[in-house]
């Protein structure tokens, strides 16, 4: 069972890409430490999130959301709503947001990264601490476009500048080529 003190234990084994990312890995660090409620969305001044970049077998695809209150293209993912299972988050998110059976890639984190959330009607501007996984699907297999999305779409990793990809998502399709397939036992 996951526990603050284990999603810790594997955030301390991450290697961030350069000293950006250090920087989010420990501003992670620091905010699981400090918040007792740090995976809940009633944290208000941010909360844990876990995302999935989904990539094709090939490594030349990424399966991307246009994210309908955000109005951008970008992983799969979403709140935690209390568990400290980011792992299992991000997968249980991106298959209901997809409706892809998906196989984990690496056997830890792959990316970090902190980003602040606008504030809208219903809530304050807050920070999303986000915790991303790697996995694969096969492009073949017919995807649903869920409420939370305007659209979904496998993009060429060489054209999500041109698509308007945030650095974050640019960084994640340049960890790609690390990417090697990790098969996880399912319930």
């Known amino acids: 069972m996951a526990t603050h003190a284990s999603f810790l234990t594997e955030l301390a084994a991450y290697h961030p890409a350069d000293d950006r990312e250090a920087a989010m890995v420990e501003s992670v660090r620091a905010f699981v430490s400090a918040h007792e409620d740090a995976f809940a969305r009633t944290q208000l001044a941010g909360h844990v999130t876990g995302s999935a970049w ?10 991307l959301t246009h994210h309908r209150k955000l109005d951008r293209w970008l992983q799969l993912g979403g709140h935690a709503d209390g568990d400290p299972d980011i792992r299992a988050v991000a997968l249980r998110e991106a298959e209901e947001e997809s409706g892809l059976r998906l196989v984990p890639l690496g056997a830890g984190i792959y990316d970090i990264d902190v980003h602040r959330i606008p504030a809208r009607a219903d809530e304050p501007a807050h ?3 986000d915790v991303r996984f790697a996995f694969e699907a ?29 650095d974050s998502v640019l960084r994640l399709a ?6 090697t397939r990790h098969e996880t036992p399912r319930a």
């Open 54 to 63: 989904v990539v094709d077998r090939e490594r030349e695809r990424a399966l």
């Open 127 to 129: 920070f999303h601490y």
């Open 138 to 166: 096969d492009r073949a297999q017919p995807f649903v476009v869920s409420a939370e999305s305007h659209a979904l779409a496998w993009v060429p990793l060489t054209e999500l500048a041109a698509l308007g990809a945030d």
């Open 174 to 179: 340049r960890k790609t080529a690390t990417l």
